[in-house]
């Protein structure tokens, strides 16, 4: 698969988004118990470790990796150059934010906050680069909605399993912010399978008007992998069920099984989405 560098940097850098955006949470959440910073910075760096490992297999795709200066030139005008630029920015507030972790043992307050909302602006640079092109199954608002999705549900994956909230002294600041993620989670399914109907309309819509992407054949393949897209949506709502349940009683079992269906479930569908030949 020649998108194979991309579906590994794309779900990274959002996987990474997502972990930062939960960090920001859990640091408010436990910003007056001392003994509760020190538990974010697995979390830092491994959204950090990610996020990195996402530019550099994103290189991969430019065929000669150093051509990826040269798509800097035109930010005024290139989503692509935008998404460079706020990629960039976004791991460099995270990485100073890690690093003042390490020596100083907690962060700085704002930058965190910081480096979420340049993640996001790059997770919806990263949804434009897609969304405004001629292939057929990416040109719609669905674009956005797996791609903030997966910020959202990579994220709520990453507090269950991360250690953030772990003392006692906090044991209800972090029940709060698992419910919030599994009110996240159940929610962004949810929204995905509302806008599948109006996808499916536009995609309908856009064969019968004869559109053609050569070399590309996005239509084609979106009929060959419906029995996979309907495997791949089972597995999110049952992930994302078994997530919500066990979130809210407490089941580690059920927030295992789902946390992998969950992740199963983003990496189908993103290998959908990339197949388009």
Avoid at 21 to 39: D, H, I
Avoid at 110 to 125: E, K, N
Avoid at 135 to 163: C, D, E, K, R
């Amino acid at each position: 698969m020649h998108e194979l560098p991309l579906l590994i940097f794309t779900l990274l850098v959002q996987g990474s988004v997502g972990m930062t955006l939960f960090l920001t949470l859990s640091a408010r959440a436990g910003s007056r118990v001392p003994e509760v910073r020190p538990q974010l910075l697995p979390g830092m760096l491994n959204a950090c470790v990610a996020g990195g490992l996402g530019l550099m297999v994103s290189t991969l795709h430019l065929g000669y990796p150093l051509n990826a200066f040269n798509a800097l030139r035109h930010v005024a005008s290139s989503w692509l150059s935008r998404e460079i630029v706020f990629a960039s920015l976004y791991l460099a507030a995270l990485g100073l934010c890690t690093l003042v972790m390490l020596v100083r043992k907690q962060p700085i307050p704002l930058l965190l906050p910081v480096a979420a909302v340049l993640g996001l602006i790059d997770v919806w640079c990263m949804s434009a680069i897609y969304a405004y092109t001629s292939v057929i199954t990416w040109s719609h608002f669905n674009t956005w909605l797996m791609f903030y999705g997966a910020v959202g549900l990579l994220g709520a994956v990453a507090l269950a399993w991360l250690p953030m909230l772990k003392a006692r002294s906090v044991a209800r600041e972090r029940q709060s912010v698992m419910r919030f993620a599994a009110a996240m989670v159940v929610a962004i399914v949810a929204i995905r399978l509302l806008a599948q109907p109006d996808y499916m309309a536009y995609l309908a819509s856009a064969s019968l008007s004869g559109a053609v992407t050569l070399p590309h054949q996005p239509m084609a393949i979106f009929t060959q992998l419906s029995g996979l897209r309907l495997f791949s949506w089972t597995l999110s709502v049952l992930g994302a069920l078994l997530f919500a349940v066990s979130a809210w009683r407490q089941g580690k079992l059920g927030l295992m099984v789902g946390s992998l269906l969950l992740v199963l479930a983003e990496v189908l569908f993103r290998f959908m989405f990339f197949c388009i030949n």
